[in-house]
């Protein structure tokens, strides 16, 4: 008889694959497959992680967090995006980031990272104005592939539980691997290809993708267990770099114009802070790094969204070089925007609070200076948001525009879950720090060296 | 100070304007450990208050003058705190609190309350607190005038100092973005684009 946890993951990545090809098969009720798919994936999801233990559960609640990202992402694009091509490849990204968070080996999480960015090089499917997106994405997977074909070519097994602490292919693997991290989460200087993205391309498939974080996932899930020696040694500079590419980009995102690429900018800010936690080796930092990797993927995710109904209302060419005026017309969007971009940026009251805190205090601990200059990145993100919420939503709006155009009771009921979500959570932080707090302790044990009997560290 | 007077009064006569001496007093062990760091509290209140009683006798108005006086108070609680009198600072914070938020409730009647007395009395009162400025030559107290009208020049040397080198830095970061792009990729030089040549189409 199967494995009941091996059948529920296959149903949380098969059931979204075959809805993406039944909805490319099937043109009517779209938005209704998607969302039933995405609904058994979060069913899927849930059992998984009610049975998993607290220090290994950070997979599956990253499969939950994910599914319902998904599933909220479904009931609030607007009409004029759901056609079948983008539902499709919601549900093909879905399918593939669950893959990448569910395996346990080094070739399928290979394929994960190659498939959750094939929908991203379809001309159709994704629009950008440079070619900056998709050779970002190409030269992270190019990387992650050299990596595992050297590891393979050394002859080491791939599942990752076996190659832990064995530091398999030394430095060169390393260095391919932070290369796959640096350019998939946009740390600097490729953190250009975000904006871009952002900017071209659908904009709520495109926040779905940057929030998979699979950076992030490499960094916990790869680098940390597979390299504990050089990873002591050597992180500091990626906490660096995620520190200067949180601060480069809070500073770019100040004279931005753009309402999605300074939201691009803000995302790839406060998610540069989530490596330089996981980078910190304290189990505070470490805590800290993962709530706000759940904050940051709710909060962006609603931002985006709330600016995409937006656009769909007010026309594609907002800008925050004057004072719109759109609260007058869409009050309760003009809210929930408020709301998500506080809890962004670390509001106390919110789970962000929590999550900035634990950050600054296991950053402070391991690297004092890191610890120093993140709450600057977070004040600098800060101001920029607040100006784009003053010029999107305050002023007075000089158009005939007179019809009330404010968030259905669909996109109301999704938004407001997700600011259930940040305010509760930073109302009672226990209930979700305490489970991160576990995980942290199983990624920071995964940090302690011990020599291992046979490793290529010193090639 | 555009806000409604009561909320003025909470949380600029008694609740925020403290927080700030209220952490300090709360770290008063840490800080006297180090006289470098007591000496840098008290320069800071002392600064303060001198800037806050100056320009607060330029001020034209109620609500303004009191925030200036209240800057003023919370510069004296600072040298306190420097010197490491403690209790002192503590029975300052609460009786300042006291009476500045009710200062801030009656800024409104007060004026009111002012004609009344005026007339009362059968003419405006003799001008009071030029005590200390005559006791400055007249230049000097015309520079500290206009130094006073303009708030300590505050706001011009942190948009020179801070606000303009970081919009600089962003604007040449977003140059350096540009790096190797076409002149026209992004949405909104597009729709420029298509609206320049929109216009262009019709006036043919």
Request: contains cysteine; aromatic residues 8%.
């Amino acid at each position: 008889m199967a494995n009941p946890a091996w059948t529920l993951t296959a149903v949380a990545i098969a059931v979204p694959w075959l809805a993406a090809i039944l909805v490319a098969a099937i043109r009517r009720q779209v938005r209704g497959i998607a969302f039933v798919a995405c609904l058994v994936s979060v069913v899927a999801s849930v059992l998984l992680l009610s049975a998993a233990p607290a220090r290994e559960s950070l997979d599956e609640a990253l499969m939950v967090l994910f599914s319902c990202l998904s599933a909220g992402a479904i009931l609030v694009l607007p009409r004029r995006d759901c056609t079948r091509g983008t539902m499709g490849g919601i549900l093909f990204l879905l399918g593939s980031t669950l893959l990448g968070y569910s395996t346990g080996n080094l070739l399928v999480l290979l394929a994960a990272w190659i498939l959750s960015t094939a929908p991203f090089f379809v001309e159709r499917w994704f629009r950008a104005l440079t070619w900056r997106p998709r050779i970002g994405m190409l030269l992270s997977s190019v990387a992650l592939v050299l990596a595992t074909a050297l590891i393979a070519v050394n002859g080491h097994d791939m599942s990752i539980d076996s190659l832990k602490g064995r530091s398999p292919g030394g430095m060169v693997v390393f260095g391919l691997l932070v290369v796959a991290v640096m350019f998939r989460k946009g740390i600097c200087p490729a953190h250009a290809w975000v904006a871009d993205a952002a900017e071209g391309g659908p904009v709520i498939p495109t926040a779905l993708l940057l929030n998979g974080h699979f950076g992030a996932l490499l960094v916990a899930k790869l680098i940390v267990p597979l390299f504990p020696y050089t990873s002591r040694n050597l992180f500091p500079v990626i906490s660096y770099l995620a520190l200067a590419t949180a601060l480069y980009v809070a500073i770019r995102a100040i004279t931005e114009n753009s309402p999605r690429r300074l939201l691009a900018f803000l995302a790839v800010s406060q998610s540069a802070c989530i490596l330089a936690g996981l980078e910190s080796r304290t189990a505070e930092g470490i805590t800290g790094a993962l709530v706000h990797w759940f904050v940051v993927t709710v909060c962006t995710m609603g931002l985006f969204g709330v600016l995409r109904l937006l656009e769909v209302r007010f026309g594609e060419n907002l800008t925050a070089s004057r004072y719109l005026g759109l609260a007058e017309h869409a009050p309760r969007l003009a809210v929930f925007f408020a709301v998500f971009g506080l809890a962004l940026v670390g509001l106390p009251g919110t789970l962000s609070f929590c999550s900035q805190d634990l950050l600054i205090h296991g950053t402070l601990a391991s690297h004092p200076l890191t610890g120093l200059l993140l709450p600057m990145a977070t004040a600098m993100n800060a101001v920029s948001l607040f100006r784009l919420f003053a010029r999107l939503f305050l002023g007075k709006r000089h158009t005939g525009f007179t019809v009330m155009a404010d968030a259905l009771s669909r996109e109301r009921w999704i938004l407001a879950a997700g600011v259930l979500f940040v305010v509760f959570g930073g109302l009672f932080p226990s209930v979700i720090v305490a489970r991160r707090s576990a995980e942290a302790e199983a990624v920071e044990q995964a940090t302690i060296y011990q020599p291992p009997m046979n490793t290529d560290e010193r090639r | 100070m555009e806000g409604p007077t009561p909320s003025s009064a909470i949380f600029y006569g008694a609740i925020s304007i403290h927080a700030g001496a209220y952490l300090l007093l709360r770290v008063q062990p840490i800080l006297a450990q180090s006289r470098l760091a007591s000496a840098l509290v008290v320069a800071v209140g002392l600064l303060t208050a001198l800037h806050g009683t100056i320009v607060g006798r330029v001020s034209a108005d109620a609500k303004t003058s009191l925030a200036y006086a209240s800057l003023t108070q919370v510069g004296v609680v600072f040298v306190e705190i420097g010197l490491g009198w403690k209790w002192i600072a503590v029975a300052h914070i609460l009786g300042h609190a006291t009476v500045r938020t009710l200062q801030f409730l009656r800024a409104p009647s007060m004026l009111h309350d002012y004609h009344l007395m005026h007339s009362a009395v059968g003419g405006e009162f003799s001008p009071t607190g030029q005590v200390l400025e005559a006791l400055f030559p007249e230049r000097a107290q015309l520079w500290l005038y206009r130094w006073a009208l303009d708030r300590g020049h505050l706001d011009t040397i942190l948009d020179r100092a801070v606000v303009h080198p970081l919009m600089r830095l962003s604007s040449l970061f977003a140059r350096l973005d540009r790096i190797g792009l076409a002149p026209t990729t992004t949405r909104r030089d597009e729709a420029t684009l298509a609206l320049r040549s929109h216009a262009g189409g019709r006036s043919m």
